[in-house]
């Protein structure tokens, strides 16, 4: 079964600095996607940036990028110039869309806690 | 606007009591899907929808009922086996597209009182 770990539960930054949130992964399949979400103190879901198994190239959307590494089943978020706004719940998710059921089921991790400070 | 719909945004429940969440898409979604959220922990599923008239359970369905009459409609049931009701449900669907992406309602708290 597929797992994902996010082993920071807080993080915090300076407003315009850069961080990194880490993730992890478990799977024995070659082909998926990996996600992540932002939920912040409104609760509403967010897809931040989404990243396919078999695109070497990492992803990349505005101040936001990620490092996936395959090998090692590891998928960090850099969020570059934070904002005030970038304050939210940050998780990590896994798809692989032509599983058996091919069900869309995503697989979250436990998520982070993300502050940004003036 | 295209969207999804969850409703009520707060629902309390009484001791024995079924309650129902509502969630509505206008997005014309085959896929449906019903997820649970506790503090501090990520996102669980409950159940799921791909086509109208079918669906099928997730991680953790015990106590939960489901219906899909509707290709816009996912009403999750709450019924009194849930010991532990209390906790953030978003409703989400998906288009059949290759990358899925999940579009999420803007979530109920349910809360026992």
């Known amino acids: 079964a597929q797992t994902v770990t996010q082993s920071q539960p807080e993080m915090s930054v300076q407003e315009a600095e850069t961080v990194t949130l880490s993730c992890t992964y478990d799977?024995?399949?070659?082909?998926?996607?990996l996600f992540w979400y932002k939920q912040p103190p409104s609760r509403q879901m967010i897809l931040v940036i989404r990243?396919?198994?078999?695109?070497?190239q990492n992803a990349t959307e505005n101040r936001f990028s990620v490092n996936f590494q395959k090998a090692a089943k590891s998928f960090s978020l850099k969020i570059s110039d934070s904002q005030l706004g970038d304050t939210a719940m940050y998780f990590c998710a896994f798809m692989n869309p032509w599983g058996d059921s091919n069900t869309g089921k995503l697989i979250f991790g436990q998520g982070t806690t993300l502050q940004v400070k003036p | 606007d295209g969207g999804i719909t969850q409703s009520p945004k707060y629902l309390f429940r009484k001791e024995g009591q079924n309650v129902t969440l509502s969630c509505e898409q206008n997005?014309?979604?085959?896929?449906m899907y019903w997820y649970r959220q506790d503090p501090g922990q990520g996102l669980r599923l409950i159940y799921y929808s791909q086509i109208v008239n079918d669906f099928q359970k997730g991680d953790i369905a015990e106590g939960y009922s489901v219906s899909r009459e509707k290709k816009e409609s996912f009403p999750l049931t709450v019924t009194s086996a849930q010991k532990n009701p209390t906790a953030f449900y978003l409703c989400a669907s998906s288009p059949e597209d290759p990358l899925k992406k999940l579009f999420f309602g803007s979530g109920t708290q349910l809360s026992v009182l």
């Open positions: 990243q396919e198994a078999y695109k070497q």
């Open positions: 799977t024995s399949e070659s082909n998926y996607y």
């Open positions: 997005l014309n979604h085959d896929a």
